[in-house]
T-cell receptor
Framework: DSGVTQTPKHLITATGQRVTLRCSPR?????VYWYQQSLDQGLQFLIQ???????AKGNILERFSAQQFPDLHSELNLSSLELGDSALYFC??????????????FGNGTRLTVT | GENVEQHPSTLSVQEGDSAVIKCTYS??????FPWYKQELGKRPQLIID?????GEKKDQRIAVTLNKTAKHFSLHITETQPEDSAVYFC??????????????FGKGTKLTVNP
């Protein structure tokens, strides 16, 4: 168990709908990262938050948004869903203190199916 | 931005043989290079990482080498076992001041170890 908790595990919804994915980082980790993994695709970086503030952005669509709350949990909001948004969404966390890279620890993911 | 190329995309070896996976990165300022193993339907798990001030690192049957001049790094698995079968991802990142860290992944190598 990585200590990173993601809910829900599975989500099935229709095109045009909006969903929220939730992530609780490991205790003590300040950074949260969101990744998208489509079928036969690698891990696409979406966004990073550090201690409540956005710190780095990847190829995140404008229909997607995220935030990190004061208790350090994070939510990824996906709106106007399209079939192509069907994927496994991973959250990861790291200590990320000082100027020292620390390993990312991944949650078990949320599998989103858009029908 | 950073781009990571990974080769080969698939690799099949006989049990007991060695496996080598190679990655190149584009941003010469990247300073952290982890490797993750992802079994089918599971989360990526860190297996080894290397920082830019080190040329080689070993952990039992796995080793990683880094050539900063050529901007490439490799994963070596010796005495492969069937349980090594998985998708392996390399990644590169640069930790910037203020907590910004974008970890960019390669597209993955599907390793199959045949008994």
């Amino acid at each position: 168990d990585s200590g990173v908790t993601q809910t829900p595990k599975h989500l099935i919804t229709a095109t045009g709908q909006r969903v929220t994915l939730r992530c609780s980082p490991r205790s003590g980790d300040l950074s949260v990262y969101w990744y998208q993994q489509s079928l036969d695709q690698g891990l696409q970086f979406l966004i990073q938050y550090y201690n409540g503030e956005e710190r780095a952005k990847g190829n995140i669509l404008e229909r997607f948004s995220a935030q990190q709350f004061p208790d350090l949990h994070s939510e990824l909001n996906l709106s106007s869903l399209e079939l192509g948004d069907s994927a496994l969404y991973f959250c990861a966390s790291s200590v990320n203190r000082d100027n020292y890279n620390s390993p990312l620890h991944f949650g078990n993911g949320t599998r989103l199916t858009v029908t | 931005g950073e781009n990571v190329e990974q080769h080969p995309s698939t690799l099949s070896v006989q049990e007991g043989d060695s496996a080598v996976i190679k990655c190149t990165y584009s941003d010469s300022a990247s300073n952290y290079f982890p490797w993750y193993k992802q079994e089918l339907g599971k989360r990526p798990q860190l297996i080894i990482d290397i920082r830019s001030n080190v040329g080689e690192k070993k952990d039992q049957r796995i080793a990683v080498t880094l050539n900063k001049t050529a901007k490439h790094f490799s994963l070596h698995i010796t005495e492969t076992q069937p349980e090594d079968s998985a998708v392996y991802f390399c990644a590169a990142s640069l930790r910037r001041q203020g907590g910004s860290e974008k970890l960019v992944f390669g597209k993955g190598t599907k390793l199959t170890v045949n008994p």
